[in-house]
């Protein structure tokens, strides 16, 4: 199995951007989908941005506007870019590969260990 590797996290101050890697060991263009999901203690994980395969994208409401999630198949790599950060958006963020966006937690892949955003206000 391949494996996910997300960087890019830090503390922040609110209003800045962050900008999230997540880089994955086979061929992101064989997938259907890509997507990234965050979980704060206590909470379940949560889809934030998925993109397809032909790039339509879909967003969690609370991030509309303010995150944009894109690929680059040549580097096997994909991103999230999140401006106007706001506490609220902290949590640990992790990136995977789901069977569809319709079914965002049916996953190939095995979690990473997702990296740390912390939004201060």
């Known amino acids: 199995q391949g494996q996910l590797t997300e960087s890019g996290g830090g503390l922040v101050q609110a209003g800045t951007s962050l900008r999230l890697a997540c880089a994955v060991t086979?061929?992101?263009?064989?997938?259907?989908?890509l997507a990234w999901y965050r979980q704060v203690p206590g909470n379940q994980r949560e889809l934030v941005a998925g993109?397809?395969?032909?790039?339509?994208?879909d967003y969690a409401d609370s991030v509309k506007g303010r995150f944009t999630i894109s690929r680059d198949n040549a580097k096997n790599t994909f991103y999230l870019e999140m401006n106007s950060l706001k506490p609220e958006d902290t949590a640990v963020y992790y990136c995977?590969?789901?069977?569809?966006?319709?079914?965002?937690?049916?996953?190939?892949?095995?979690w990473g260990r997702g990296t740390q955003v912390t939004v201060s206000s």
């Open positions: 995977n590969i789901p069977v569809g966006l319709g079914v965002p937690m049916n996953v190939y892949f095995n």
């Open positions: 086979r061929e992101i263009n064989r997938f259907k989908a």
């Open positions: 993109i397809t395969n032909d790039g339509g994208t």
